[in-house]
């Protein structure tokens, strides 16, 4: 944050006032941006958890229609809800290993000598 103080210090050292004033706005730009984009995380990350807590909802429901078993209470619920959460970041760490794996080194190359025989071969050798 900018005080009147530093930005007085910051004249009488030679600064022009524009540029601290472009300073300033390019301050409050980044600042502002940042908040929308926290904004927005967290506007995602209410509604993910809004969606797996009806999913468990959904689905402890059924056990207890179709599978004879005890509702769930609002902990019980909340608990696996975060553990579906949980399960769902674990899964895409899981897939973004797996991506980076098959993407190194995997560049496929054409081959000339490829055709129907060459595949027929192949098969009958299996």
Same mark, same amino acid.
């Given at each position: 944050?900018?005080?009147?103080?530093?930005?007085?210090?910051?004249?009488?050292?030679?600064?022009?006032?524009?540029?601290?004033?472009?300073?300033?706005? /390019? #301050?409050?730009?980044? &600042? %502002?941006? =940042?908040?929308?984009?926290?904004?927005?995380?967290? !506007?995602?990350?209410?509604?993910?958890?809004?969606?797996?807590?009806?999913?468990?909802?959904?689905?402890?429901?059924?056990?207890?229609?179709?599978?004879?078993?005890?509702?769930?209470?609002?902990?019980?619920? /909340? #608990?696996?809800?975060? &553990? %579906?959460? =949980?399960?769902?970041?674990?899964?895409?760490?899981? !897939?973004?290993?797996?991506?980076?794996?098959?993407?190194?080194?995997?560049?496929?190359?054409?081959?000339?000598?490829?055709?129907?025989?060459?595949?027929?071969?192949?098969?009958?050798?299996?």
């Amino acid at each position: 944050m900018f005080s009147k103080n530093e930005i007085l210090a910051q004249l009488r050292n030679g600064a022009d006032a524009s540029d601290i004033a472009q300073r300033m706005a /390019d #301050e409050i730009n980044e &600042a %502002v941006h =940042e908040f929308e984009v926290e904004q927005e995380q967290a !506007k995602r990350s209410a509604a993910c958890r809004s969606d797996a807590r009806n999913m468990v909802e959904v689905m402890a429901k059924f056990f207890a229609t179709h599978m004879g078993e005890d509702e769930l209470s609002d902990s019980e619920i /909340d #608990e696996a809800t975060d &553990a %579906v959460i =949980e399960l769902m970041d674990s899964l895409k760490e899981l !897939k973004g290993a797996l991506s980076d794996l098959t993407g190194k080194g995997t560049e496929r190359k054409p081959s000339g000598d490829l055709d129907d025989e060459t595949i027929r071969r192949f098969l009958n050798s299996l």
